[in-house]
């Protein structure tokens, strides 16, 4: 158990679907992160929220809307994806600042788009 | 963020020692040197970091050069549970709204 919960942990949805996912901490950090996996892929960073403020995009398509409506909660809103988006969704942790501090992740939810 | 370099794979026997070698020659003077694993099927774990002097807690060991342009994790008796991708990571000890950026990171397998 890290202290940073993702649910779900698995999601199926079809491509004209809108669905969510959900993450939540309850560590004290006031940055959080969304991360995607591909299959044999290193993670890409996708989004950053420092202090609830979107502080990095990644050049991520619109199909994917992020929402951090407190420290805590972090949110990932899906619609019309593709299949290509099927992979596992990860989010993390830390407290914002310098490098000195370390990320703590969530078990991840895997998506997989029909 | 400051690139590293790992081999893409190392193997190992049980209840053996493991040195995995992450290699950073552009490290800056406030870089931190991370390490993380990714276990099968589960989010990355934070495993240790350091600036200069070794560290130790109760699952690794990091060894840092001298120069600094190198550091080894150190798993002083690997278990099955070990197989996992290993992450060497440089963050800005100094820049605030540092970003955790992954490479491909090392694969470990532990042979019974």
């Known amino acids: 158990e890290t202290g940073v919960t993702q649910t779900p942990r698995h999601l199926v949805m079809g491509m004209t679907n809108k669905k969510s996912l959900k993450c939540e901490q309850h560590?004290?950090?006031?940055?959080m992160y969304w991360y995607k996996q591909s299959a044999k892929k290193p993670l890409e960073l996708m989004f950053v929220?420092?202090?609830?403020?979107?502080?990095e995009n990644n050049s991520v398509p619109s199909r994917f809307s992020p929402e951090c409506p407190n420290s805590s909660h972090l949110f990932l809103h899906l619609h019309t994806l593709q299949p290509e988006d099927s992979a596992l969704y990860l989010c993390?942790?830390?407290?914002?600042?310098?490098?000195?501090?370390?990320?703590?992740f969530g078990q991840g939810t895997r998506l997989t788009v029909v | 963020d400051a690139k590293t370099t790992q081999p893409n794979s190392m193997e190992s026997n049980e209840e053996e020692p493991v040195h995995l070698p992450c290699n950073h020659s552009?490290?800056?003077?406030?870089?931190?040197i991370h390490w993380y694993r990714q276990l099968p099927s589960q989010g990355p774990e934070y495993v240790i970091h350091?600036?200069?002097s070794n560290v130790n807690n109760r699952m690794a060991s990091l060894a840092i050069a001298e120069d600094r342009k190198s550091s080894t994790l150190i798993l002083h008796r690997a278990t099955l549970r070990d197989a996992a991708v290993y992450y060497c990571?440089?963050?800005?000890?100094?820049?605030?709204?540092?970003?955790?950026?992954f490479g491909p990171g090392t694969r470990l397998s532990v042979l019974p």
């Open positions: 990571i440089l963050r800005d000890g100094e820049n605030y709204g540092q970003n955790f950026v």
């Open positions: 350091g600036l200069t």
């Open positions: 929220y420092n202090f609830k403020e979107q502080t």
């Open positions: 560590l004290g950090h006031n940055a």
């Open positions: 993390a942790s830390s407290q914002a600042g310098s490098g000195r501090t370390e990320a703590f």
């Open positions: 552009t490290i800056s003077g406030t870089d931190y």
